[in-house]
């Protein structure tokens, strides 16, 4: 789907305004049609494609960095071969989706939400949408909110400051930003950063480039994966793709969270372990511990996964080499380290990560009051204390983010047809207790984190208001228990008090 291609009339009013036409809302629309085939419902997406993060990024070699059994939607089989697939693939699965389920004509690009306010009188939101090709505002109102924006700034990605950049005669790309006419071609390559970006765009840049190397102030755990899955590749051959599909699925989620729990539970075996399928990777006599080996537990931040050990193979082939320092400053050639080395390099590449940001930036009013977030709580992960009719999506730390992602849609599914049959109008999480400890929404030593904490909602120490990364667990708290809940409460559109349900 192209901008030409979207529909261009926004409805005035829908049942269900879902912001963002990527993964998730996309998977939001499939279960609002099957769930919910009465509903009406629009998707806007500020920009002008689908796709989100698989649209947005285009660095060489972006990909997911989970299986796709496992990062694709439960209703829809991955049936290629690749199972850490790339952008490419990604997006032709996304419209498949769209066209086999007819959500073409609920999608709109390039329309991006202002505000946010709902009315406890009206019982509905009122949205003010910018149209981005004319800059025009206009109204949408919608009896329910549901942002499908992801966590992350699509304006902009995070770039330190560093010394001495002006002073820098190559060029300087952010992955989130990647030009398309960027030739690395035989030229040196620094680039900046030991996270999932940085190593996956060093072993694809090294197949042209002179040579790349990657600058990190201190290491990441990285460990191979193949790109084909055999379990899935043989299945198919003798059963139907869904089951196939459906028992690859069980195993892989199965095989994350025993990689979770064990990296939790034994940080000093499962760190040995790491570090030997690094050694075996790497040439003979590498400092595996100076540059993979790092300062923190297995999963106290995620990890680095590298199809088909592809960055060890640049290392062991000369192509890629990894220096582990911190920067003085930018120089008109280069870069210096406190180490008193200077890296020589064409292009830098600040691999730096993001910013972290709620709903999509959208300012959300409640009566004309305009929310503060991190007083706040949120509420079983996918609702916010004190925001009537609003839910979201933020995927797992340790888990593919389209796993939590179905889990909000199902629920949020569930939630409408509850307040059909008693005839609610709104439901509202709040806080039975307000002793309760608060804490960050993510506990992590990732900086993109820690950076952004501060801007969302918080956790509470006990019952819905706890955020377990833990997919089992939300199986059944999403999946299966009742609506009912003392701390959601609803009210219906002729009776304004509030009553829990029963």
Not at 328 to 351: M, N, Y
Not at 447 to 456: D, E, I, S
Request: proline content about 6%; some cysteine.
């Amino acid at each position: 789907m192209t901008a030409s291609s979207a529909t261009t009339s926004v409805p005035p009013h829908v049942d269900v305004l879902v912001v963002g036409a990527g993964l998730t809302g996309i998977g939001m629309g499939y279960h609002l049609t099957t769930l919910q085939p009465g509903r009406t419902f629009a998707i806007i997406e500020s920009r002008d494609a689908i796709g989100g993060t698989w649209d947005l990024f285009r660095y060489p070699g972006i990909r997911s960095d989970a299986d796709l059994y496992a990062f694709g939607f439960g209703f829809k089989p991955w049936n290629k071969d690749n199972a850490i697939a790339d952008a490419d693939e990604i997006l032709e699965y996304l419209h498949e989706t769209i066209d086999e389920n007819d959500l073409g004509s609920k999608i709109h690009l390039g329309h991006r939400v202002v505000s946010a306010d709902f009315s406890t009188t009206d019982a509905q939101w009122t949205v003010i949408v910018e149209r981005t090709s004319d800059g025009e505002h206009f109204e949408i109102t919608a009896g329910f909110l549901s942002s499908a924006a992801g966590y992350y700034d699509v304006d902009e990605g995070y770039t330190p400051h560093f010394d001495g950049r002006d002073d820098f005669l190559g060029e300087i790309v952010h992955p989130q930003h990647w030009p398309a006419d960027l030739d690395y071609a035989d030229k040196k390559v620094v680039v900046i950063g030991s996270g999932a970006t940085a190593v996956t765009v060093v072993p694809v840049m090294a197949e042209t480039a002179g040579h790349v190397t990657m600058l990190q102030r201190s290491p990441s755990y990285v460990m191979p994966a193949p790109r084909k899955d055999p379990l899935p590749i043989l299945l198919r051959k003798v059963l139907r793709d869904s089951t196939a599909h459906k028992i690859t699925r069980s195993v892989n989620i199965n095989k994350q969270t025993l990689l979770y729990n064990a990296s939790r539970k034994f940080p000093k075996q499962m760190r040995a372990l790491v570090r030997k399928v690094n050694v075996k990777s790497l040439p003979e006599g590498y400092d595996v511990d100076t540059h993979f080996n790092p300062d923190y537990a297995p999963w106290d931040q995620r990890m680095c996964v590298i199809t088909d050990g592809d960055m060890f193979k640049s290392i062991s082939a000369g192509k890629a080499s990894v220096v582990t320092d911190r920067i003085v400053r930018f120089t008109k050639t280069g870069i210096l380290l406190e180490s008193g080395d200077e890296l020589e390099a064409d292009v830098i590449v600040t691999a730096t990560g993001l910013n972290m940001v709620p709903f999509g930036k959208i300012p959300l009013h409640v009566d004309g009051d305009k929310v503060n977030l991190p007083d706040h709580l949120f509420y079983k992960t996918l609702m916010v204390s004190g925001i009537p009719n609003f839910t979201f999506t933020v995927g797992y730390v340790n888990h593919a983010w389209t796993l939590k992602a179905d889990l909000v849609a199902q629920w949020t599914c569930r939630l409408l047809a509850h307040m059909d049959r008693h005839g609610y109008s709104t439901a509202t999480p709040t806080i039975d207790d307000q002793t309760m400890i608060r804490s960050p929404y993510i506990d992590m030593g990732t900086g993109y984190v820690n950076r952004a904490m501060h801007l969302f909602p918080q956790q509470g120490s006990k019952g819905p208001w706890v955020v377990q990364q833990n997919y089992k667990g939300d199986r059944q708290l999403l999946g299966k228990d009742p609506i009912e809940d003392p701390a959601l409460s609803f009210s219906s559109a002729t009776a304004k008090t509030l009553a829990g349900a029963r």
